[in-house]
């Protein structure tokens, strides 16, 4: 049985537990990413998922909102089954997904973009409030409010893709490389508002190259090697780890 987390309640879902996957197997068609995972995080817990390009991370965020569905095993969110369910279901069960790249409607203004969020989440009686939030993340978004979304930078691409979600105020936030494409000072901007958000109880679970600004958040680190969760433990224990692989010396052959 692949590692990853505490095993559900024997009697059922674990309803402390935002994400429950339990022997969670996927792929796309004849390939698999996904050996055995079983994965536990609870409420308002951050934890974040390492390991090397095609060790099956995205292919992990797409299972847990819905996006692939299990070939074997099961998907729990906050104590219900949605295994085989649509992703509009894990939605409006509380899981938001910030995938990787740039996932924004090209031919939209910014506002546009971001007005096509809100008035989803909070109604047209809380799209001005959502506005100003989202301004107030990214204040250059706010300078490019009337701008083409397919005209911004890559970096800009990504912060208004963050701020569709942030503005969400999910039960369960997915975030996959949120640094991609964004210079340290936005990463650190970025991470702030991850902080904020889980102090209001949002749990997170966070893919992420750059380990330090992960180490920092999180809780609970799993790496996940060849689609199957290999190691787990805490924050300290993941940094203490990785320092000792960096400053091993090399093996002679």
């Given amino acids: 049985m692949g590692l990853g987390g505490a095993a559900p309640a024997k009697n ?11 022997r969670v197997y996927a792929g796309y068609g004849p390939f698999r990413a996904l050996f055995d995972v079983n994965l536990t995080i609870a ?3 951050a934890v974040a998922l390492v390991g090397s390009n095609g060790a099956g991370k995205t292919s992990l965020a797409r299972v847990a909102s819905g996006l692939v569905t299990p070939s074997e095993g099961s998907v729990v969110v906050n104590g219900r089954d949605l295994t085989r369910a649509p992703a509009y279901r894990y939605a409006r069960a509380g899981v938001a997904h910030a995938p990787e790249g740039r996932s924004v409607f090209a031919t939209l203004t910014v506002e546009e973009n971001l007005e096509l969020s809100i008035h989803r989440i909070r109604g047209r009686k809380g799209l001005k409030a959502g506005l100003e939030q989202a ?6 978004l706010g300078e490019r409010r009337q701008q083409l979304a397919g005209t911004l930078s890559g970096g800009e ?4 893709t963050m701020a569709r979600v942030l ?3 999910p039960r369960l936030l997915i975030a996959d490389e949120l640094s991609l494409g964004l210079a340290p000072l936005m990463v650190q901007h970025t991470y702030e508002a991850l902080q904020q958000l889980r102090q ?7 893919i ?4 330090t600004h992960a180490l920092a958040l999180c809780d609970r680190v799993v790496i996940l090697d060849r689609g199957t969760p290999t190691w787990i433990g805490s924050s ?7 320092q000792t692989v960096l400053h091993s010396p090399p093996t002679s052959n």
């Fill in 12 to 22: 059922g879902a674990d309803v402390s537990a935002a994400l429950e996957l339990r």
């Fill in 43 to 45: 409420a308002g817990e």
């Fill in 135 to 140: 301004y107030a993340l990214y204040p250059i």
């Fill in 157 to 160: 691409q990504r912060m208004l």
């Fill in 167 to 169: 503005v969400d105020a």
């Fill in 200 to 206: 209001s109880g949002v749990a997170l679970l966070v």
């Fill in 208 to 211: 992420e190259q750059h380990v």
């Fill in 236 to 242: 300290e224990q993941a940094r203490t780890r990785l």
